[in-house]
């Protein structure tokens, strides 16, 4: 467990008072002041009634390097303390319940959150949404530990081991393919920053005489365009379009 938690408050500038409180880690506080990033109708109404007022809400944390279990706990307790709206006596918070705990995930539990997901289609921008949240994630900062472990066994069991049928039906789609050529700009810079940073299997002596030729500016004696070290002589000079066969 990470003490990477924090308890939070959106205040209204107006009066100096919370209007909601959270927890969170990361930049989770933050989220709630862009429009249509979290859900929540009262909080969002209060958040729209005061920039139309001319003021911005204000984001602060009441407590932070805490546990999750701990946070939890905190935030419920201040909840608690100042009430909310409509539902405790004089209570001022938007929130809608005391805590945000997640629901043990009994089978029970499991089979609802299935059949109310059945039939339900995310669209594009919804989809486009999720891929980026995700985008240069592991599946333990998403799913956690446990949940990691679990989607690499739902995909291991859903790809099924890799036959000779299947490994031909790859190399047949990539035939004809002379990357990274055929890839466009975004695929390029995808491995690119993949790459960036993984260490190879050098020497010390090997990897200083790499970093020597790349910072030397080479001419292509085909076509006379210039470049960079090893990148060059590997990408450009036996796939120069002027290089006579």
């Known amino acids: 467990m990470e003490n990477i938690y924090y ?3 959106l205040i209204d500038p107006r009066t100096n008072l919370p209007f909601y409180v959270g927890k969170g880690k990361n930049n ?16 969002n109404n209060r958040i729209a009634e005061i920039r139309a007022a001319g003021f911005e809400p204000i984001a602060v944390k009441l407590a932070e390097n805490m546990f999750n279990e701990d946070a939890y706990n905190l935030e419920e307790d201040v909840i608690s303390e100042l009430g909310r709206e409509d539902i405790d006596k004089d209570g001022i918070l938007t929130n809608n319940r005391l805590h945000a705990w997640a629901p043990v995930m009994t ?5 609802a959150i299935s059949t109310w997901r059945t039939g339900i289609t995310f669209s594009d921008a919804h989809r486009k949404n999720l891929s980026k949240a995700r985008a240069g994630k592991t599946y ?5 530990e446990e949940g990691a472990t ?8 859903k790809r099924g081991p890799m036959s000779e049928e299947r490994k031909s039906n790859i190399s047949a789609a990539k035939k004809g393919m002379d990357a990274p050529h055929d890839w466009s700009e975004a695929s390029r810079k995808k491995v690119s920053d993949a790459l960036t940073g993984v260490p190879k299997n050098l020497s010390d002596d090997e990897h200083k005489r790499r ?6 500016l080479m001419q292509c004696p085909h076509c006379s365009a210039e470049g960079k070290g090893l990148s ?4 450009h000079f036996n796939n120069c379009k002027e290089r006579v066969s």
Not at 140 to 144: L, Q, V
Not at 150 to 157: A, F, G, P, S
């Open 7 to 9: 308890v939070y408050a």
């Open 28 to 43: 989770r506080m933050l989220q709630h002041l862009k429009e249509g990033a979290t859900s929540g109708v009262k909080k």
């Open 107 to 111: 089978a029970e539990v499991r089979l």
């Open 140 to 144: 333990e900062e998403i799913y956690g």
């Open 150 to 157: 679990k989607r690499r066994e739902q995909l291991t069991e």
């Open 211 to 216: 970093q020597e030729v790349n910072n030397v």
């Open 232 to 235: 060059m002589k590997r990408w």
